[in-house]
């Protein structure tokens, strides 16, 4: 290899080493941290002593979770998951001192309650009627008949974002002292102390209600 070769070989090899290093970090920004959010639902681990009914749909629900885009028929899919009918399972504590129906109700649509929240106030969702389809079902849960899920709803509710609607914050507060249910009622109160605190932090710039730009999709 002569000397001029040589040389443009060399220099051929540091210019593609510079382009990997540049390259690298864009890479990891975008195959790497733009994913970081669907890994808990791609790693979920079953439940070894729950029936296998129940790692069922938890496995269809972290399916749904792990979409990068969702559709009318993931809302179709999710749908389908908050209109389980708890009573078709039965109360009796089995395994664990947990009956089919807790399992169901904590480990099913709990976590499907949670998840959707988290789309919503984090995503990756475009806007558009899908975003006020999924808006709408996440607000059905506060009315759900389990205390649990329900319960489990008005955190979602403020985690989403949506509670600073006027009309859902008015919802919190009449659950705040009228629901039937004294866990649903202290944990309205909680949560609703919650926000105003962070709404204060932000009018004070401390913090921020905006989500991560890596989350956002172009």
């Known amino acids: 290899m002569g000397y001029a ?3 443009k070989w060399i220099v ?15 890479y990891a920004y975008e195959h790497v941290t733009r994913e970081m959010w669907r890994r808990p639902y791609l790693d979920w681990q079953r439940i070894a002593w729950a029936p ?5 749909h938890r496995g269809g629900v972290n399916a749904i979770g792990a979409e990068r885009r969702w ?3 993931t809302a179709d899919d999710l749908e389908a998951v908050f209109r389980i009918d708890l009573r078709e399972y039965s109360a009796t504590p089995t395994v664990a001192e947990m009956s089919e129906r807790y399992m169901m109700a904590e ?10 929240a988290d789309r919503l106030r984090r995503g990756p969702l475009d806007d558009g009627p899908l975003r006020t389809r999924l808006e709408e079902m996440l ?3 506060l009315d ?3 205390i649990e899920i329900r319960a489990s709803a008005v955190g979602a509710v403020v985690d989403s974002g949506l509670v600073r609607r006027p009309e859902v914050h ?9 629901d039937t249910s004294e866990k649903v009622r202290n944990i309205a109160r909680i949560q609703l102390e919650h926000d105003a605190y962070a709404q204060d932090l932000e009018r004070m710039g401390k913090i921020s209600s905006e989500r991560p730009r890596w989350l956002r999709r172009r």
């Open 5 to 7: 070769r040589k040389t």
């Open 12 to 26: 051929g090899i540091a210019a593609a080493c510079a382009v990997a290093l540049i390259a690298a970090p864009f």
């Open 52 to 56: 296998d009914f129940v790692n069922e």
């Open 71 to 73: 559709t009318e028929r």
């Open 107 to 116: 480990f099913v649509v709990v976590d499907a309650v949670y998840m959707l």
């Open 139 to 141: 607000l059905s849960m």
């Open 144 to 146: 759900h008949e389990y």
């Open 170 to 178: 008015a919802q919190l507060l009449v659950m705040q002292h009228a």
